[in-house]
């Protein structure tokens, strides 16, 4: 695997590959905590639904076991750390500041993020900032919804696109509220005035998303920090990462090189519910590519038109995806609306190991949120239903 030139990999290889680079296999480094897991993963994806957990709390969960959610949530904004557009709202190491300068410029010459603002309030809101310190949008006076899709007000539409832009920043929440403050506050200084021109920032992330993602086509690679294909293509061969080929992968691959030299993981996989949004599994298409499973958030689905659920969890085990869950909390029961085990045609043996995991991870989140009992209501297939309610009764 580290001869120079084109690499073969199996298709298991890259699977193995890809659970490493993600933290799923192997003892995870617990004394680094959900801090040291922001620096490895590169990015963490927030967002606002919560169903057990936030889905950044989940991302942890699923590598590092069930820590207290509160240590997980300071570990977060201890100061290691800043939140920024990247694959979406993410968690990023303040070392990769200097990395998005391309898009805090890109943001700054169109003047606006999203919603919409006057130039008079952006400037109002920067010298609030400014003279009273770090501010949320309530504290600024702007978090009152307006008739507009995203319910933003324009004193919040104005600090979003200083955020945006770079003229902001944030480096902590309260509660689920950004705190705004000058970059020149939060921001180290070495960090702040290190100005990389747009292709030096691009070839940067490009290069972490090769350490995240193990092995990655263009669109993998790009799509990790929301970089465009074709900039990612032009940018590769400066990039220092290796070709690569996997079997029935329609795309050429590539991988980092120290990812290459040290050669397969070892190690006990993780048996355990994946957020939707987490980078493991946040791009169907490589989902579906590695794991065989075409996974979608149903969230935003007309509820008629779902198939597998609101917030359906992948469920990971053995380093494979064996199957899905929607849970919900119910008091302090855990319900899982709806269990699918999977591939839907496995053999009777590989569909009973497949459900015993799947209940084990249940059992485990349940435990995690506070949850002493389980409820399961539907499971597909019904030859499952037996036995996972079995394994998951108190």
């Given at each position: 695997m580290t001869a120079p030139g084109l690499v073969d990999l199996s298709a298991d290889d890259a699977r193995r590959l890809a659970l490493a680079a993600q933290q799923l296999v192997g003892t995870p480094d617990r004394r680094a905590g959900a801090g040291g897991l922001v620096r490895t993963l590169g990015a963490v994806q927030l967002d606002t639904i919560s169903v057990l957990a936030r889905s950044h709390e989940l991302v942890a969960y699923a590598r590092l076991g069930a820590l207290?959610?509160?240590k997980v949530e300071a570990a977060y904004w201890e100061g290691a750390n800043f939140?920024?557009?990247?694959?979406?709202?993410?968690?990023?190491?303040?070392?990769?500041?200097?990395?998005?300068?391309?898009?805090?410029?890109?943001?700054?010459?169109?003047?606006?993020?999203?919603?919409?603002h006057t130039t008079s309030?952006?400037?109002a809101v920067l010298k609030r900032v400014r003279v009273e310190g770090p501010m949320t949008a309530t504290d600024l006076g702007g978090a009152k919804k307006t008739t507009t899709w995203w319910g933003w007000s324009d004193v919040k539409s104005a600090a979003e696109f200083l955020l945006?832009?770079?003229q902001l920043t944030c480096t902590r929440r309260i509660g689920w509220r950004r705190v705004y403050d000058l970059p020149e506050r939060a921001i180290p200084a070495e960090l702040l005035h290190d100005d990389l021109d747009d292709d030096a920032c691009k070839l940067g992330l490009i290069r972490l998303s090769a350490r995240a993602l193990g092995?990655?086509?263009?669109?993998?690679?790009?799509?990790?920090?929301?970089?465009?294909k074709l900039e990612v293509a032009r940018l590769l061969p400066a990039s220092g990462l290796v070709p690569v080929t996997v079997p029935r992968w329609s795309a050429p691959a590539w991988a980092d090189a120290a990812t290459l030299a040290g050669g397969l993981p070892r190690g006990r996989h993780r048996t355990t519910l994946l957020s939707p949004f987490d980078s493991l599994v946040w791009d169907r298409a490589r989902t579906a590519r590695i794991f065989g499973l075409d996974h979608r958030l149903e969230a935003y689905v007309p509820k008629p038109l779902r198939q597998h659920g609101y917030f359906a969890m992948p469920v990971l085990a053995a380093g494979q995806i064996i199957g899905r869950v929607d849970p919900a909390r119910?008091?302090?029961?855990?319900?899982?609306?709806?269990?699918?085990?999977?591939?839907?045609?496995?053999?009777?043996?590989r569909t009973e190991s497949s459900?015993?995991?799947?209940?084990?991870?249940?059992?485990?989140?349940a435990t995690w949120v506070g949850c002493s009992s389980i409820a399961v209501e539907g499971v597909e297939p019904a030859s499952a239903a037996k036995l996972i309610r079995a394994s998951t009764a108190s």
């Open positions: 207290g959610r509160a939140e920024y557009w990247a694959h979406a709202a993410s968690i990023l190491p303040l070392s990769h500041w200097p990395l998005f300068a391309f898009r805090r410029r890109h943001y700054l010459a169109h003047g606006r993020h999203w919603g919409e309030v952006s400037r945006a832009s770079g092995v990655a086509t263009v669109a993998d690679l790009a799509d990790y920090f929301r970089l465009k119910v008091g302090r029961t855990l319900v899982a609306r709806h269990v699918t085990v999977v591939p839907a045609h496995a053999t009777p043996a459900a015993i995991a799947i209940a084990a991870a249940m059992r485990e989140a």
